[in-house]
C-alpha cells in the first residue's frame, strides 16, 4: 500500500509566523506535490517536485516555498503566513501504474486556520 | 474555462439506487483519467482509474468518451457508505493533474 504521511493534521499559526508542513511518502516515488483544497475552488497546484532538489511552480505558488533534500520527504514553506492562506493542505506523491498511467496519492491533509 | 467540468450536485438518491455521474474535460491532449472519493475533510482517495475500453469495479463503471472528451460513473445499488464527494481528474503529463471541483453524492435510508 502506497503511504504518504503529514506531519500535522490541524495548525494554527498567526500571521507573519513561518510555517513549515511536512511530507514523507515510503514508496521510492520520483514525483511529490502539494495543493491547497477550497470550498468552491477545488485542489489548485502549488509546487511540485520530479526529484531530489528539483521543483516547479505550479499554479499559485505566491507566498510559498518548498523543499526537496531527501527523494522521500517534500516540505511546503509559508514564508510569513496570512489569514488568505488558511486552508486545507494536501501532500501528493504519483508513480507510474502497470498500466503506463500516472497516478497520485495523497496524504490526510493539514487543515492551517492563521489567525 | 476549466479544464475539468462537474456537475456539484448534490445527488441526493435512496438506497439501492442507480445513479451516475459526468465530467468534460477541455484538453485533447489527455492521456490518463481517474475518479476519486473524497469523504469530509478527509483525502482523497482512488477509486478507479478509467480506461477507453470502460472498467467495472463491482457496482462501479466508468466509461471515457476520447471523441466528445467527458468521462463518466455509474454507481449501481448504492449503499449509505457510498456517500461522499466524487472528483473526476484527468492527467496531462507526469506533473499537470487537474481536478474537477467534485459531485456531492448523499444516499438516503
Known amino acids: 500500500d502506497v503511504k504518504v504521511t503529514q506531519s500535522s493534521r490541524y495548525l494554527v499559526k498567526r500571521t507573519g509566523e513561518k510555517v513549515f508542513l511536512e511530507c514523507v511518502q515510503d514508496m521510492d516515488h520520483e514525483n511529490m506535490f502539494w495543493y491547497r483544497q477550497d470550498p468552491g475552488l477545488g485542489l489548485r497546484l502549488i509546487y511540485f517536485?520530479?526529484?531530489?532538489?528539483?521543483?516547479e511552480k505550479g499554479d499559485i505558488p505566491e507566498g510559498y516555498s518548498v523543499s526537496r533534500e531527501k527523494k522521500e520527504r517534500f516540505s511546503l514553506i509559508l514564508e510569513s503566513a496570512s489569514t488568505n492562506q488558511t486552508s486545507m493542505y494536501l501532500c501528493a506523491s504519483s508513480f507510474i501504474s502497470t498500466s503506463s498511467s500516472y497516478e497520485q496519492y495523497f496524504g490526510p491533509g493539514t487543515r492551517l486556520t492563521v489567525t | 474555462r476549466k479544464e475539468v467540468e462537474q456537475d456539484p450536485g448534490p445527488f441526493n438518491v435512496p438506497e439501492g439506487a442507480t445513479v451516475a455521474f459526468n465530467c468534460t474535460y477541455s484538453n485533447s491532449a489527455s492521456q490518463s483519467f481517474f475518479w476519486y472519493r473524497q469523504d469530509c475533510r478527509k483525502e482523497p482517495k482512488l477509486l478507479m482509474s478509467?480506461?477507453?475500453s470502460g472498467n467495472e469495479d463491482g457496482r462501479f463503471t466508468a466509461q471515457l468518451n476520447r471523441a466528445s472528451q467527458y468521462i463518466s460513473l455509474l454507481i449501481r445499488d448504492s449503499k449509505l457508505s457510498d456517500s461522499a464527494t466524487y472528483l473526476c481528474?484527468?492527467?496531462?503529463?507526469?506533473?499537470?493533474?487537474?481536478f474537477g471541483s467534485g459531485t456531492k453524492l448523499n444516499v438516503k435510508p
Open positions: 517536485s520530479y526529484d531530489v532538489k528539483m521543483k
Open positions: 481528474v484527468v492527467n496531462i503529463a507526469f506533473n499537470k493533474f487537474y
Open positions: 478509467v480506461y477507453s
